[in-house]
Each structure stands twice: as C-alpha cells, then as structure tokens.
C-alpha cells in the first residue's frame, strides 16, 4: 500500500476508534454502592447493649464504667438497644419492649437522663468508640402522641382501626404508613436530631425491609450532611446497600450455621451462603455475622443452646471469614441464659474463655489487612478438600497479608489434606504461635469441631 493511501486512511481509523468508544461508554459498569463507608469502619467489631441487662443498673451511668473493659474486649461500635419511653397502652410484661416506642425525641427515664446519655457517648469517643443508636422507625407504641397527633400517618386493617404489624404477634405496636411525605419529614428530623445534638455516629434499624427504600436513601443523604455516619440493616437485602446501609445482617449465615451445629446440614449450606454473599452483595458491602443478638437469645436460645459443641468454631468463622462480627452482651462472659425480654434480667458477669477467644480474634482481625471489611479486605477462596461436606477450608489474601483457615464442622475426627497451591507457604499457627511450612503434602488431622488458623 502507498504511503499516500495509508495517510487518507489515518483519519479514518482515529473516527471509526473515537464511534467506538462512544459506543461502549453507555454499557460502562458503575459502582452498585453510591455511599462512602466511614473509614474507621474497614476492621471494626460490633458490640450490642441491651441497657436494661448489661448492669445491675440498668444505666448508662452503669453502662459508661464498663466501656473501658469493652475496649479492651476489642469492640469498635456499640450498639444501644432503643434508648426512647417506652408505651403504656398494650404493654408486655412488666417494663415492656424498647421496640413499643413512645417519643421519638425522648430518653427512657429507666435508662438515666439525657445528660448521663451524653456523657456515655461522650466517654466511649473518648475512648476511640463510636456509638449507634438502635431506630424504629416501622411503628410505634399504642400511646404514642402522634397517634393523636397525625392519626393519618397510621395503617390501618380492614376496620379502618390501628394495626400491629401483619402476621406477627407484636401486638404492643401499631404500623406506620410511608405514604405520607409529612411523616418521612418528622422521622428524618427525628434521625438527625440525636446526630446534631447528642453526636452518635450512626442507626441500627429495626426490620429496616419493613419501611420502603427510598426513605432510607433520603435518610443518609440528610445524615451525612451532618457528619460521615454507619448505618446497619436489620434485613439481608443488596437494594439497601446502594444509598442507605453501609451493613446488613448475614441471618442466612447464622441460620445455616446453626442448621450445621445441630446436624441438620452439612457444609454445603455455607458454601450457598458465601456463593450469594459474593455473587449476588456488592463488593463494598458490609455483612454482620454472628451467633447471637437479642433476638437469637431471648426467642431462640443461648448460643450454647443454639450450637453446642460446634460453638467455638462458630464463633471463629464469624470473626476470620467475610463479615463484621457481632457481640451480644453477656456472651463474652459466657452468659448461660435467655435473658428475659419485657423484664429486669441483670447478666451475672465472670471471667470466660469465650471472652479471650473473641479479645484474640478481635486483635487479628484489626491487624491483618486480609480480615478486614468490604473493599479493604480480601475475598475468602475456598479450598478444595478430601472432605468438603464436612470440612471448609478458605484463604483470604492481599499484597501484605495472608490467612489460611480450616473448619472440622462434624461431630466426627477428621483427616484433611488439600488440593491446589494457593495454601502454600509459611505460616504462624494463631492460637498456639507454632511456625509451619505448608505444602502438597501437609495433612490436618482435626478434632470434631475443632478449626486452624494459619497466618502470614
């Protein structure tokens, strides 16, 4: 071809490479999350306080003294149950549920008063916590002023009357209706009032799925306007991490999980849940693992009760697999009962081994950049076994660290060896301190439910 034909054709090539790439920019993949997680959340650990138990108490006053102890627990955020009065009308037990709330805008004078409020916040920033409030913005109390207020931000049944929440026995609340603009304005001032005024740093909210979306999206608009906040779903939902939540709860891992320990399923079951958790969640999300919360306590059982031998293995996964992990309080101290829910039930605390299993997983999780959250972290690989229905074995790895763990989730002694090489390598055993050199052909020989954690 001659010099002059390819010149002509020069422009040509440019023009037809520029159509193309206007062609592609409209099938350009975007981020599914819009929101910016707050950076000290990427290898924090979630601690939940149930005020009413976690001292004799049953004061933040009581509570503030016992956040250096938490602290040194290794826990990053902590969660207070609903801290608003709670109903009258339709009451269960003797103090009622802090989910029947009375006042938006109040304190529960159970608790202590506003002050003793602000100063436990102020006492756990002090100590490089953060605190998030408990919201339900689902329903209400009975005797709840609005109800004579804005009856009409109210559902109601069939005969034209208040109504609890459909199908369950919540018969101390009455259903909200999100239909009405005014009603998504006064719960949104409400949020941002305990922001602005009291400087928590964020919500869990209460069956979060229950109350639409694109309120939730406004919400965290309108918060961080005031400051970066952490916001938990108590749903497990992808939709709600795009605009609204930083964290959903994992319940699918928790009910497989329990399903395993009690001989019900195998581990199959946990490949379903980490296949959708990474298929299906973005990247940039966070899942709450766990193995109990006051729900799991008070309706379902103890952990003790709800994986016996299979606890402690649990308890590790929830920690060194993806997710953030939750601590109910009284789990660290080994707490053996379902602690009453409408009543005072103070936990009887004590020195555990449960308490150092998680005081030592927690230090690991907040040094090894692996372990850590969302985009920070890395994505656990699975590793093919000679056992797979009973044995999970998995690396997480980044440019600067590396864990290698394995599970024996059977009531059986195990023998595993492993395939591939992406285990390869030297490691420390976490929990012993002991240096191995694993290879092709480095064999396990596993306890029933017991676990390995190598680190590098």
């Known amino acids: 071809m001659e010099w002059k034909s390819i010149i002509f054709l020069i422009p040509l090539l440019i023009m037809s490479q520029s159509s193309t790439a206007q062609h592609y920019d409209r099938y350009q993949p975007e981020p599914?999350?819009?929101i910016t997680h707050p950076e000290w959340s990427k290898n924090a650990t979630i601690y939940q306080i149930n005020t009413r138990q976690f001292t004799p108490e049953g004061t933040f006053s009581a509570a503030e003294k016992e956040l250096p102890r938490l602290q040194e627990l290794g826990a990053d955020i902590i969660w207070l149950m609903p801290i608003h009065p709670i109903g009258e009308k339709n009451r269960k037990g003797t103090l009622g549920s802090p989910y029947a709330v009375k006042d938006y805008f109040g304190v529960n004078p159970e608790f202590g008063s506003e002050q003793d409020l602000r100063n436990f916040i102020h006492a756990a920033h002090e100590l490089g916590m953060k605190v998030i409030l408990d919201w339900v913005a689902n329903h209400t109390a009975w005797d709840n002023p609005l109800t004579l207020e804005h009856p009409e931000w109210y559902e109601r049944?069939?005969?034209g009357e208040f109504r609890p929440t459909p199908w369950w026995d919540w018969d101390d609340i009455i259903n909200l209706d999100y239909s009405d603009p005014a009603l998504r304005e006064y719960m949104t001032r409400a949020m941002k009032y305990w922001v602005e005024e009291f400087n928590v740093d964020g919500y869990r909210c209460d069956v979060a799925g229950f109350v639409p979306v694109d309120f939730w999206n406004n919400v965290r608009k309108e918060l961080d306007t005031i400051k970066p906040v952490f916001m938990l779903a108590e749903w497990e939902s992808r939709d709600l991490h795009a605009e609204a939540f930083d964290m959903t709860y994992a319940w699918s891992w928790n009910?497989?999980?329990?399903?395993?320990a009690m001989g019900k399923a195998n581990?199959?079951?946990?490949?379903?849940?980490?296949s959708w958790n990474e298929s299906a969640f973005p990247e940039s999300s966070f899942r709450m693992?766990?193995?109990s919360n006051h729900d799991k306590n008070a309706w379902d059982g103890t952990m003790f009760e709800q994986f016996g031998d299979a606890l402690d293995a649990a308890i590790v996964l929830s920690v060194v697999g993806e997710g953030m992990p939750l601590i109910y309080n009284g789990q660290e101290a080994g707490n053996p009962k379902r602690l009453e829910f409408f009543e005072k039930d103070p936990i009887?605390?004590?020195?555990h081994y449960i308490g150092k299993l998680y005081k030592d997983l927690f230090a690991l999780l907040k040094q090894n950049t692996a372990l850590w959250h969302a985009e920070w972290g890395a994505t656990m690989i699975r590793i093919p076994n000679n056992n797979e229905l009973e044995i999970l074995s998995f690396v997480r790895e980044n440019e600067d660290d590396k864990v290698?763990?394995?599970?024996?989730?059977?009531?059986k002694q195990q023998m595993a060896n492993f395939k591939e090489k992406l285990y390869y390598g030297t490691y420390t055993d976490y929990f012993?301190?002991?240096e191995y050199e694993l290879g092709p052909d480095f064999t396990l020989e596993m306890e029933p439910w017991s676990y390995k954690v190598y680190v590098k």
């Open 157 to 159: 049944d069939y005969k």
């Open 404 to 411: 290698f763990a394995v599970f024996n989730f059977s009531d």
């Open 289 to 291: 693992t766990f193995v």
């Open 267 to 274: 581990v199959s079951s946990l490949y379903k849940y980490y």
């Open 348 to 351: 009887e605390w004590q020195d």
């Open 432 to 434: 012993t301190g002991e």
């Open 32 to 34: 599914y999350v819009k």
């Open 255 to 260: 009910e497989y999980m329990h399903a395993i």
